[in-house]
């Protein structure tokens, strides 16, 4: 079945660094890719997505390309904020692959320390 | 416009009782789907729901879970008997009648549920 996987956390970074989290899938079709944040005590917001290979999905300073040779959709952002510290989740839809609902990584804790 | 609203926020049961966890989609939206996250793990789909109509039931454990999305009132997630390994938290999201949720997603904040 479909399976995402991404780097385990925490990651803990300082102000104003590069962040790269990885997110790696396996599917059976043809994949839409996206990326979800949950701050703590809300739920989860839709950062960006990518709905073929080599889309780039951005947002807020993060991006993302859809990689089909690598299968990957790793999260990128050039200065991350004290605000950014939240728990960021890789996730895909393959309707290709038997279920209606998004199939995600486990979450990965992004702390940011000033 | 309010978003997707679940309650409770926190539940605790005692083993053997039963859990009722609520979802009112966003406004105009008539798909609600539940999530189930469990300690140090992913969201796990569990069920896709139309008004009245349940579309895809395949993430369900087989047994004491049930779902329902009536025609007035919100979505209900029920697990009867509950056991330790339920525990978790369970997540609601809804989309439009006109897009499926892999174009767009609108997550609640989620139900903690504790058994004891």
């Known amino acids: 079945g479909d399976s995402v996987t991404q780097m385990e956390g925490p990651v803990t970074l300082s102000e104003e660094a590069f962040l790269t989290i990885n997110c790696t899938y396996t599917a059976t079709g043809y994949p839409s890719l996206f990326w979800y944040v949950q701050y703590p005590g809300e739920g989860l917001q839709l950062l960006l997505k990518?709905?073929?290979?080599?889309d780039k999905g951005s947002n807020k300073g993060f991006e993302a390309t859809y990689r089909k040779e690598t299968t990957s959709f790793h999260l990128e952002k050039g200065s991350v904020q004290v605000s950014d510290s939240a728990v960021y989740f890789c996730a895909l839809s393959d309707p290709g692959g038997g279920a209606d609902g998004l199939t995600f990584g486990k979450g990965t804790h992004l702390i940011i320390q000033p | 416009n309010a978003g997707v609203m679940q309650n409770p926020r926190h539940l605790v049961r005692r083993r053997g009782q039963e859990a009722r966890l609520r979802c009112s989609p966003m406004?105009?939206?008539?798909?609600v789907y539940w999530y189930r996250q469990l300690p140090e793990e992913g969201l796990k789909f569990m069920v896709y729901?139309?008004?009245?109509?349940?579309?895809?039931e395949s993430g369900m454990p087989k047994e004491r879970f049930s779902a329902e999305f009536p025609k007035e009132g919100p979505s209900i997630l029920r697990i009867q008997q509950v056991v330790r390994g339920d525990s978790a938290a369970y997540f609601c999201?809804?989309?439009?009648?006109?897009?499926?949720?892999?174009?767009?997603?609108?997550f609640g904040q989620g139900t903690r549920l504790t058994v004891v």
């Open positions: 999201a809804s989309s439009p009648p006109t897009r499926r949720l892999n174009t767009e997603a609108f």
């Open positions: 729901l139309q008004k009245e109509n349940i579309i895809d």
């Open positions: 990518a709905t073929k290979a080599d």
């Open positions: 406004k105009g939206h008539s798909h």
